[in-house]
Structures are given as structure tokens and as C-alpha cells.
């Protein structure tokens, strides 16, 4: 799981609530991002990042949001309005260009209460 | 569009036989392709990259991928496999989004069950 670290392993969420998911890098790596996995669809990019106070949404940004104040730091809160937040959920960081390597946080488990 | 397609869901294999995952992609341009491994409830794990040069690409834990320009493959491959590769397998393609960044589209994954 490289230099990314993601908490809580586990997060329960009650309805109508926000929760903030945790995701830190000390590999220096400009770009961040966030999946959300379900099984059998794969990965699902959320929002990323490729640098400092700049981020933009992915595929399915609806009901989430982020900031990212830290070049180390990039929190995905999930908000009310994500009416099915249970899921895996992913960050991710690399160096930017093309031929970049993306490394991956070991995941944090969102179930809902 | 671009994509990334993984057609089998699933695959079984003896152990120390060899094993194959598909994967084939559809990208405009030059396509960056890698693969990775997700064991239960962990994060991705990188095991390969083709960029350029070789088709035949090596990674880490004895595998190879083979990239056939042609028939827009990228399979995954292990002469001997072992139990302790059971696992999910990714492929992912680097994609250039229209801001001039650059995304990860990711297949669905294929399960590799390998029997003892």
C-alpha cells in the first residue's frame, strides 16, 4: 500500500448524516484522487486532484464533496445527498503525467446504519 | 469513448499450470496500460505498466503482460500459478481528459481462483 494511508478502516454512517473519510501521502506525489468500488463495476473515479487548492469531479461526483488545502492530505466527505454511500472506497495518488504509476491507500469500508 | 473491457468475470486455474487474464482496451492515440491485484478487502496493488518499447511487459510476483497493438490486448500472464495469486485483477488505461489531466479508466475486474 506504499506511502498513502486511509482511516477509518471501517466508518458506519447514520442516515442524514456526513462522514469524512481520511486519505494522507507522504510519497510527494502531486496528483490525488478517490474511487468508489462496487462489486462487479469496478472502480469509479469520485474526484481528483492534481494539485494544491485545485480539484475536479469525476464520474460520479454527486453527493460527495472534497478539499485539498495539503499537498499530503485530500478528505472525501460523503454528504447527506449520497442516498447509497455503502461501498469500498479508494484514494489514490501519483506523480502527474502520462506515464505515471497510480498508487493506492488500503481502502476504507463505508456501511450505512 | 474510451474504455477498458475484461470479459471473463471469472478464472480458474490448477495451481503450476499457467494462467491468463484478458483484458482489451479501446483508446485514440497511444494507449498506457497497466495492471493490478486487489487482495480481500485491501487496496490496489501495482504490478505492471506497458508504455513503450517491448510488447512483453514484466512485473512483480512472476508476471508478464503482452501487448498486441493489432487486437488491442493486454493480457495478463504467469507460467506457473500459484495458490497465493487468488485474487482481483484490474486493468486500467491512462486516459487524457479534455482539462489536459489525466484519468485511470479501470476494467470490472477478473477473479483468479487458483485450485490446489
Known amino acids: 500500500d506504499g506511502g498513502i494511508t486511509q482511516s477509518p478502516k471501517y466508518l458506519f454512517r447514520k442516515e442524514g448524516q456526513n462522514v469524512t473519510l481520511s486519505c494522507e501521502q507522504n510519497?510527494?506525489?502531486?496528483?490525488m484522487y478517490w474511487y468508489r468500488q462496487d462489486p462487479g463495476q469496478g472502480l469509479r473515479l469520485i474526484y481528483y486532484?492534481?494539485?494544491?487548492?485545485?480539484?475536479q469531479k469525476g464520474d460520479i461526483a454527486e453527493g460527495y464533496s472534497v478539499s485539498r488545502e495539503k499537498k499530503e492530505s485530500f478528505p472525501l466527505t460523503v454528504t447527506s445527498a449520497q442516498k447509497n454511500p455503502t461501498a469500498f472506497y479508494l484514494c489514490?495518488?501519483?506523480?502527474?503525467?502520462?506515464?505515471?504509476?497510480?498508487?493506492f491507500g488500503p481502502g476504507t469500508r463505508l456501511l450505512v446504519l | 469513448a474510451q474504455s477498458v473491457a475484461q470479459p471473463e468475470d471469472q478464472v480458474n486455474v490448477a495451481e503450476g499450470n499457467p494462467l491468463t487474464v484478458k483484458c482489451t482496451y479501446s483508446?485514440?492515440?497511444?494507449?498506457?496500460l497497466f495492471w493490478y491485484v486487489q487482495y480481500p478487502n485491501r487496496g490496489l496493488q501495482f504490478l505492471l505498466k506497458?508504455?513503450?518499447?517491448?510488447?512483453l511487459v514484466k512485473g512483480s510476483y512472476g508476471f508478464e503482460a503482452e501487448f498486441n497493438k493489432s487486437q488491442t490486448s493486454f493480457h495478463l500472464k504467469k507460467p506457473s500459478a500459484l495458490v497465493s495469486d487468488s485474487a482481483l485483477y484490474f486493468c486500467?488505461?491512462?486516459?487524457?481528459?479534455?482539462?489536459?489531466?489525466?484519468?485511470?479508466?479501470f476494467g470490472t475486474g477478473t477473479r483468479l481462483k487458483v485450485l490446489a
Open positions: 489514490a495518488s501519483s506523480f502527474p503525467g502520462r506515464q505515471e504509476t497510480q498508487y
Open positions: 510519497l510527494n506525489h502531486d496528483a
Open positions: 486532484s492534481q494539485i494544491v487548492n485545485d480539484f
Open positions: 483508446v485514440s492515440g497511444n494507449p498506457y
Open positions: 506497458y508504455i513503450t518499447g517491448d510488447n
Open positions: 486500467a488505461v491512462r486516459s487524457l481528459l479534455f482539462s489536459g489531466t489525466y484519468k485511470y479508466i
